[in-house]
């Protein structure tokens, strides 16, 4: 009877382990799809911006309904539309950190890279509606760069 008991207790243990093991397979697959689904939306985005690069149009200027406060030349919209896209990648990347699937030392060299981007702050009006629109742990991140928009 006792080894009877054991094998059935080991084998519960057993069952309940692999479920276990499902489920974090399981959630861990979902975290890779939210992002694969966020990266998509970036190049889709992407494209987008180059499209409107390709037409001689502000991306920005278009989405938001934000007239810009001077004539733009064929290279300001160009560089506006690169800044735009900068932001839908640097979205895309927190994301796949917050999700624990990007490595701590290639999250601080992104982080490097948007640092020294958004220090420019070419277009101050990008980046204050920009930032407001990302999940708050990003923005936490953001609001503790040092940048010239935040003076």
């Known amino acids: 009877m006792n080894i009877e008991r054991m094998l059935n207790i080991l084998g519960v243990a057993g069952v309940t382990a692999s479920l276990i ?14 992002v694969s689904q966020i990266q998509e939306r ?15 149009l502000d991306w920005f200027s278009s989405k938001f309904r934000i007239a810009p406060e001077s004539i733009l030349t064929t290279e300001q919209k160009a560089a506006r539309n690169s800044n735009n896209q900068s932001w839908f990648f640097y979205e895309a990347d927190y994301f796949q950190y917050s999700q624990g699937l990007m490595t701590e030392p290639v999250w601080q060299a992104k982080l490097r890279a ?5 220090k420019r702050c070419e277009y101050p009006e990008i980046y204050e509606l ?20 935040q003076e």
């Open 21 to 34: 093991f499902v489920g974090l397979e399981l959630r861990q697959s979902q975290r890779i799809a939210l």
């Open 42 to 56: 970036s190049y889709a985005a992407s494209a987008e911006t180059n499209a409107f690069t390709e037409a001689d």
């Open 114 to 118: 948007m640092e020294v981007n958004l």
């Open 130 to 149: 920009r930032s407001q629109l990302v999940e708050a742990g990003f923005k936490r991140i953001l609001d503790s760069m040092p940048s010239q928009c």
